[in-house]
């Protein structure tokens, strides 16, 4: 409304310069007295009400801003007895600044951080040396505590497999050039990445070189979920073995992917890009063109979605997982989508054209009695080497909260020996899904090989290795 009245007050304006220039044109003083007289009061009046009018509002508008930024921080800080502060002396309070620094970076009008914004603002930003201040010179302190890691590979290019890259989804893309050695630090491959979310990385095979990374991270891109959600730009690619990066322009509509994967086919490097979309301050952010797996035969140039569409639905599952065995074939593992269709499946494919569903687990959820488990969750799926006709895969179920938010966790632990075409369930670390209570993001899956009784402990809880 505000808008409106500041560009009536232009018009307004604009008709007052128009009426002055007709006074000038006329000659006698008693004319020229007589049109200022008729029609300069009723306009100026009207000039005034305008300006006073959008005045109130931009204040109040500040002022609805202000409570809203004080309504927040009383949530995320509760307020502390004045006893409390006394009873004993408190250190300095960063977090407080990094929240002052985390509401001062807010859009008003969105009430959130634009981060979408960021990759088109570096980009302006390159493009414009004056947007830059030369004479400030930054020196990186050192840290040894990391954010969130949802992934890590080995550089295919070094002979002594010491050199690592791993994809922060709360900070960029990192590498250490030699994991062996403690002492060995941790590189930012470039600033803008610190601001990106990155989640899968790979390398092709025919040409270690050739790396990419795709950003997002659609995990945590859900309803009422907390702040660390980052919404992606597309793929990244390298094609130096990582000296140089640069966004593939064809998948700058990719919102999240959720995993990357290369295989050869016919000699040439085909890329399987699992794009999904997300939530993120109560907005949908869904990728363009829609969900799906997306192949690319052209280095990422064009891309075609393969998947087949949801039973019932005109648009194709969303990928949580790609697993490739070493027979060549490809499983997806499925998530929910913004609509809330297509969880809990697995497709698989030799060729990436056509399509074997598996829906069988999906089914066994949606028929559970337990509240907890009645909606079905992602899928996650793992390989190996030593044993090429078998895979794994865990099968996320979940439930709503009094909070209205779907709480997953692991359901089904299941295997196939003959590469899919039959599952059965393996025996769980604990009961009810105990060891997998926060399946919408924190839970991964592998399998180790010649390793025995291989103990693991994830938060409070220790599990065993399974045999291949």
């Known amino acids: 409304m505000h808008r409106f009245l500041q560009?009536?007050?232009?018009?307004?304006?604009?008709?007052?310069?128009?009426?002055?220039?007709?006074?000038?044109?006329?000659?006698?003083?008693?004319?020229?007295?007589?049109?200022?007289?008729?029609?300069y009061l009723p306009v100026l009046i009207i000039a005034v009400v305008v300006?006073?009018?959008?005045?109130?509002?931009?204040?109040?508008?500040?002022?609805?801003?202000?409570?809203?930024?004080?309504?927040?921080?009383a949530s995320d800080f509760p307020v502390q007895t004045k006893t409390f502060h006394s009873e004993k002396p408190k250190p300095d309070k960063p977090h407080l600044a990094a929240q002052q620094d985390y509401y001062a970076t807010f859009d008003p009008n969105l009430k959130r951080i634009p981060s979408e914004r960021?990759?088109?603002?570096?980009?302006?930003?390159?493009?414009?040396?004056?947007?830059?201040?030369s004479s400030l010179s930054w020196t990186e302190l050192p840290s040894n505590m990391g954010g969130r890691v949802r992934s890590m590979m080995y550089d295919l290019n070094d002979s002594q497999h010491k050199k690592v890259w791993a994809g922060s989804v709360t900070g960029g893309l990192w590498v250490n050039n030699d994991i062996t050695h403690p002492d060995s630090a941790w590189h930012a491959v470039d600033d803008l990445w610190e601001n990106l979310s990155v989640g899968c990385l790979a390398t092709d095979p025919q040409n270690t070189s050739v790396l990419y990374?795709?950003?997002?991270?659609?995990?945590?891109?859900?309803?009422?979920?907390?702040?660390?959600?980052?919404?992606?730009?597309?793929?990244?690619?390298?094609?130096?073995?990582?000296?140089?990066?640069?966004?593939?322009?064809?998948?700058?509509?990719?919102?999240?992917?959720?995993?990357?994967?290369?295989?050869?086919?016919?000699?040439?490097?085909?890329?399987?890009?699992?794009?999904?979309?997300?939530?993120?301050?109560?907005?949908?952010?869904?990728?363009?063109p829609y969900d799906g797996l997306y192949q690319s035969k052209d280095g990422g140039q064009s891309w075609k979605q393969v998947l087949p569409l949801i039973e019932g639905l005109s648009v194709p599952y969303t990928p949580s997982?790609?697993?490739?065995?070493?027979?060549?074939?490809i499983f997806v593992g499925t998530t929910r989508n913004l609509q809330g269709a297509g969880g809990g499946c697995i497709l698989w494919s030799d060729n990436g054209l056509n399509w074997s569903l598996v829906d069988h687990y999906k089914t066994?959820?949606?028929?559970?009695?337990?509240?907890?488990?009645?909606?079905?969750?992602?899928?996650?799926?793992?390989?190996?080497?030593?044993?090429?006709?078998?895979?794994?895969?865990?099968?996320?179920?979940g439930g709503y909260t009094e909070e209205d938010f779907i709480y997953y966790?692991?359901?089904?632990?299941?295997?196939?020996?003959?590469?899919?075409?039959?599952?059965?369930?393996?025996?769980?670390?604990?009961?009810?899904?105990?060891?997998?209570?926060?399946?919408?993001?924190?839970?991964?899956?592998?399998?180790?090989?010649?390793?025995?009784?291989?103990?693991?402990?994830?938060?409070?809880?220790?599990?065993?290795?399974?045999?291949?």
Request: glycine share 6%; net charge positive; with cysteine.
């Open 7 to 39: 560009y009536l007050y232009v018009v307004i304006l604009f008709f007052y310069q128009i009426l002055l220039l007709k006074i000038a044109n006329f000659r006698t003083p008693i004319k020229e007295a007589h049109i200022m007289k008729k029609y």
């Open 51 to 73: 300006i006073l009018t959008t005045m109130f509002l931009q204040q109040n508008r500040h002022q609805r801003y202000e409570k809203y930024l004080l309504s927040l921080y």
């Open 118 to 133: 960021i990759y088109a603002a570096y980009v302006k930003t390159n493009k414009s040396p004056s947007l830059k201040n």
């Open 213 to 288: 990374a795709g950003t997002g991270e659609a995990q945590t891109a859900v309803s009422i979920y907390r702040e660390s959600s980052g919404k992606g730009v597309g793929i990244y690619k390298s094609s130096n073995a990582g000296a140089n990066w640069q966004l593939i322009p064809s998948t700058s509509g990719f919102s999240y992917v959720t995993d990357l994967e290369v295989r050869i086919e016919n000699d040439t490097s085909t890329i399987y890009a699992a794009v999904s979309s997300g939530t993120y301050k109560g907005v949908d952010h869904p990728s363009q």
């Open 321 to 329: 997982d790609i697993e490739i065995t070493p027979t060549g074939r």
């Open 364 to 397: 066994l959820i949606e028929q559970e009695t337990d509240p907890r488990f009645q909606i079905p969750g992602r899928v996650l799926l793992a390989s190996t080497p030593a044993a090429p006709s078998s895979i794994y895969a865990v099968v996320a179920a």
């Open 409 to 468: 966790r692991g359901k089904y632990l299941i295997r196939s020996d003959n590469t899919g075409t039959d599952w059965y369930e393996l025996n769980q670390p604990s009961p009810d899904g105990a060891w997998s209570t926060l399946a919408w993001h924190a839970l991964t899956l592998a399998v180790l090989t010649n390793v025995k009784n291989c103990n693991w402990e994830s938060m409070s809880y220790q599990f065993q290795s399974l045999p291949v």
